[in-house]
């Protein structure tokens, strides 16, 4: 079995930071891409960040505020959150593509979600 699981959630006031953590664990043979996404009350799931070899990815509201991360030793990718704002409130999902050592290919694995709550 696999499974993430997320900490570093909480409430923060505007203009504050929050540090994200994900930690992949179990019969993992490979990771290949990690990734944040976010989901706010009434919205639809959101790619916030992602991180593969060689590159990362951002979604255009969190550019130049928040930072992908990964240690690949440890299975771990993180989400440094600066300059927060009440739009950044929502659950914030782990995401990675991996390949277990029991199966030839590779699946999408979810975390189960911390919340950011981000008060003005």
């Known amino acids: 079995q696999v499974q993430l699981v997320e900490s570093g959630g909480g409430l923060v006031q505007a203009g504050g930071s929050l540090r994200l953590s994900c930690a992949a664990s179990?019969?993992?043979?490979?990771?290949?891409?990690m990734g944040w996404y976010r989901q706010a009350p009434g919205k639809q799931r959101e790619l916030v960040a992602r991180?593969?070899?060689?590159?990362?990815d951002y979604a255009h509201s969190v550019k130049g505020r928040f930072t992908i991360s990964r240690d690949n030793a440890k299975n771990t990718v993180y989400l440094q959150m600066n300059s927060l704002k009440a739009e950044d409130t929502a659950v914030y999902y782990c995401?990675?593509?991996?390949?277990?050592?029991?199966?030839?290919?590779?699946?999408?694995?979810w975390g189960q979600g911390t919340q950011v709550t981000v008060s003005a």
């Open positions: 179990g019969s993992i043979f490979n990771i290949n891409a």
């Open positions: 995401n990675a593509e991996i390949r277990p050592r029991y199966y030839s290919g590779t699946a999408d694995y």
């Open positions: 991180i593969a070899d060689g590159w990362t």
